[in-house]
């Protein structure tokens, strides 16, 4: 089993690759939409000078997407892990008017003071953390009273199909996908975290008041050579101890399936995100 500090090594290993090419992946363009209904559906809407958090923020899509929407808020800190996804957020960033504070750590233990936000925003990361309550509970820490978490995240079957194709074949060789999906789909004998239901029991238990959830699946074409690129960027995180002719052999079987099941259309995908909102008492 691995450790906590195991598996961030892990992350920070698969985004340092994927820090160069994200945003030209589905991934990215995945987060540019679904952020966005994240913070248009923000009621009511941030109040002037809100400080604002966005944990896992990567590439700082959402705070480009809450600045857009939200011009008025205050101080902004985008909190990231990987010190790459933060390098390419900081150029993005340059040009903008609002101060924009970027900042590597870890949700599980954030390095803020207690009742310093107004809203926290996370999109797409909340599924990689491996202590969900714990992160939950450093969250509910940080906010002030009455202070909102806006959290969306991928649900129990998300990109299952793709999923599959790389459980199939990494397992031939010992080894694990992420395990950000990897904790939904990996293991049969798990009762999944990531369902509505649970969702909502985890967010209560960390003392939130949940405001609203919602989750809605739908399919997606996607072209493969995408899915393909953005699994070759994050290969640290399986690849470690194997050769590059190895590494190689791995990537030639996952791209021959990927391609092997796409349609004209594309490779057609399950997408399932989930959003939450909730309060601090």
């Not at 994240?38 to 966005?54: C, H, T």
């Not at 390419?88 to 207690?114: F, V």
């Not at 101890?241 to 490779?267: P, V, W």
Request: hydrophobic fraction near 40%; proline fraction near 5%; charge should be negative.
């Amino acid at each position: 089993m691995h450790t906590h500090s195991t598996e961030n090594d892990r992350i920070q290993a698969a985004y340092k690759s994927a820090s160069n090419v994200y945003h030209k992946t589905p991934g990215g363009d995945f987060q540019r939409s679904s952020v966005r209904h994240l913070l248009v559906d923000l009621d009511p809407v941030p109040n002037p000078g809100d400080a604002v958090l966005d944990l896992g923020c990567g590439t700082g899509i959402g705070i480009f997407m809450l600045l857009e929407l939200y011009p008025q808020v205050g101080k902004i800190v985008g909190l990231d892990l990987s010190p790459q996804m933060l390098e390419k957020a900081r150029a993005e960033s340059a040009q903008l008017d609002h101060p924009i504070t970027w900042l590597e750590g870890d949700g599980h233990k954030l390095p803020l003071e207690d009742n310093s936000f107004n809203l926290i925003i996370s999109h797409n990361a909340f599924h990689w953390m491996t202590d969900r309550a714990k992160v939950l509970q450093e969250l509910n820490r940080v906010l002030v009273p009455g202070g909102r978490i806006a959290l969306l995240f991928e649900g129990a079957g998300a990109r299952e199909n793709q999923m599959s194709v790389r459980r199939r074949v990494l397992s031939k060789y010992g080894l694990t996908p992420p395990i950000g999906y990897g904790t939904a789909h990996a293991h049969d004998s798990e009762v999944a975290w990531n369902t509505v239901s649970a969702v909502e029991n985890l967010v209560e238990e960390a003392g939130f008041q949940i405001i609203d959830v919602w989750a809605r699946q739908s399919y997606q074409y996607i072209p493969p050579e995408l899915i393909v690129t953005m699994f070759r960027s994050t290969n640290a995180y399986w690849s470690s101890g194997l050769s590059q002719e190895q590494t190689e052999s791995i990537m030639d079987e996952i791209k021959n399936e990927i391609y092997t099941q796409a349609t004209e259309r594309g490779f057609r995908e399950i997408m399932y995100p989930i959003n939450v909102i909730a309060v601090k008492p």
